[in-house]
């Protein structure tokens, strides 16, 4: 436990150095916020209520979900498909822990990082633009975190398991873009979903993307709060659980065919 | 003219080699733009209007721009900031120079994808969509000047694409902040620019003369009146303004190269 925690520093502190990196990817998540809540509250025009969402409610989910992007590193993540293509892997599994806990670790620091750098950086320019709607009280700060932190872990647990396509095949980069980008529609981060009809909802709960944004989003918002709020959280758990089973047996698998060229 | 098409040829050929990625990179760009304004089209059913737009003529404003910009990607894909940088940081920049060709042609020649196409397509059907929901009446004066709204668009574009290339000269590494003029630029003007706030809006009206080539022409295409009161003059600067922002970029990418040093790489 020791390791996994000194490898996350590791990882924090790495991307604490990418400063020129870090104020251009603030300044480019805040003019898309600023166009998306443009459009959004053009669209609202004079109703002051749609679907639970009122205008000040809105502006704060367009906020709030630039201020994730960077935190669950929504545009893609590939290093663990780089290490395959290029055989860093085997050093990878060499470690004296686990690739995937490896991974979680060095995932953890950088998560963390980004979470103020992009995010909470993010909310405070919000905060001297808009008015913000904020949690209601301290029990939903105290869930919003744990949601937020089940969020990071559920996303590393997608993550970890689209990157294993790079096992099978070279081009599993094209592979995965396609499906980080369709969870982006599925999990309230294009649109809030309880903006979309009805079925559609429906069916986007049914597939793990709405526990990793909008449930987050949602208890920010205030909109999902007493018994359903634990309900929530819990599925969120359990969808880390089977999605973290499922990319076990799919790693036993790579493994078992996996052939390092020496050199 | 012929080389270009020549190293255009190549490119093609090279990417046919991969069969199964190409097509899934097209699909990943297909989804990404499809997605995006599936999304909008979607929740556009709790709401009537977007201020006095209606779906249908947003799609023709977000068809027309994602076209023009689709286009564009596939023209000046070389001048893309990400890639130009890995060009630069890795010396095939430097290669280039040592060849007797101008330099310019080279870089607009080496990266011709084929799979942007996937983007243009989009552009397409939500244009198609636009134009079987919306009644336009078809002058000839519209007909002829539809083509150069969208030259204007490409060049304005392309534009920007050299511009953020040409930044990479001093910076090396790509920053991230150069996506705001180019995805940036063209997700803004999907939308009508009367949503935005005045400041936000003037900076595109002023600064980057975006409003000329997407919200004026649409106004005189759409026959929609103009709430900002411009000259009656104002939906016909597409090509203009286009060709300026591209002519202005070409001197800066020229005054780039002559103060280029290489990474020694």
């Known amino acids: ?263 | 003219m012929g080389l270009y098409l020549k190293l255009v040829g190549v490119q093609i050929r090279s990417q046919m080699r991969y069969r199964s990625q190409f097509v899934l990179d097209t699909l990943a760009l297909l989804l990404v733009t499809g997605l995006e304004y599936a999304s909008l089209a979607l929740v556009f059913e709790r709401f009537k209007s977007i201020q006095g737009w209606s779906l249908a003529e947003v799609a023709f404003l977000y068809g027309l721009v994602e076209m023009a910009f689709g286009l564009t990607d596939m023209i000046f894909g070389g001048f893309d900031a990400p890639r130009f940088g890995r060009f630069i940081r890795q010396g095939s920049f430097d290669q280039m120079m040592l060849r007797p060709i101008g330099i310019t042609l080279q870089v607009l020649g080496s990266d011709f994808n084929l799979k942007r196409f996937g983007k243009m397509a989009v552009g397409v059907v939500i244009f198609s969509y636009a134009l079987s929901h919306l009644s336009i009446t078809w002058t000839v004066a519209k007909l002829l000047y539809f083509p150069l709204v969208v030259l204007g668009l490409v060049l304005f574009f392309g534009g920007l694409f050299i511009i953020g290339a040409t930044i990479i000269f001093w910076t090396v590494e790509s920053t991230e902040v150069m996506n705001i003029f180019t995805y940036g630029g063209s997700f803004m003007m999907s939308y009508p620019m009367n949503i935005y706030e005045t400041w936000l809006r003037n900076l595109f009206t002023f600064v980057v003369p975006a409003i000329f080539l997407n919200y004026y022409p649409a106004l005189f295409f759409l026959g929609k009146p103009d709430p900002f009161n411009f000259p009656a003059f104002a939906p016909f600067l597409a090509p203009l303004a286009g060709l300026a922002v591209f002519l202005i970029s070409l001197g800066f990418w020229r005054f780039g190269l002559k103060h280029y040093q290489s990474t020694g790489s």
Request: proline share 3%; charged share 10%; hydrophobic share 55%.
């Open chain 1, 1 to 263: 436990m020791r390791l996994f925690f000194e490898l996350a520093a590791r990882s924090f502190r790495r991307t604490l150095t990418y400063r020129i990196a870090t104020l251009a990817g603030l300044i480019t998540n805040i003019f898309f916020g600023l166009i998306r809540s443009s459009v959004l509250v053009a669209l609202f025009g004079q109703q002051s209520e749609v679907s639970g969402y009122t205008v000040t409610s809105i502006i704060t989910y367009t906020g709030l979900s630039q201020a994730l992007i960077a935190y669950l590193m929504l545009f893609g993540w590939y290093d663990l498909m780089d290490g395959v293509h290029t055989g860093e892997i085997s050093t990878q599994l060499l470690k004296p822990l686990s690739l995937f806990r490896y991974w979680l670790a060095h995932d953890l620091g950088r998560a963390i990082a980004h979470l103020f750098l992009r995010g909470v950086s993010i909310m405070l320019i919000y905060e001297l633009m808009f008015d913000l709607t904020y949690p209601k009280d301290l029990g939903h700060w105290l869930a919003l975190l744990v949601s937020l932190f089940f969020a990071w872990w559920l996303s590393m647990v997608w993550r970890f398991l689209v990157n294993l396509a790079a096992f099978w095949s070279p081009n599993a980069q094209g592979f995965g873009r396609l499906l980080f980008f369709a969870a982006n529609f599925f999990s309230g981060f294009m649109m809030p979903l309880g903006l979309f009809p009805d079925w559609l909802q429906t069916l986007c709960y049914l597939t793990p993307f709405p526990y990793m944004i909008n449930v987050v989003i949602e208890i920010y918002l205030n909109i999902i709060t007493g018994s359903e709020l634990f309900f929530l959280l819990g599925l969120q758990l359990v969808w880390i659980l089977g999605l973290s089973l499922i990319s076990q047996f799919i790693l036993t698998m790579g493994i078992r065919k996996l052939a390092i060229a020496g050199g």
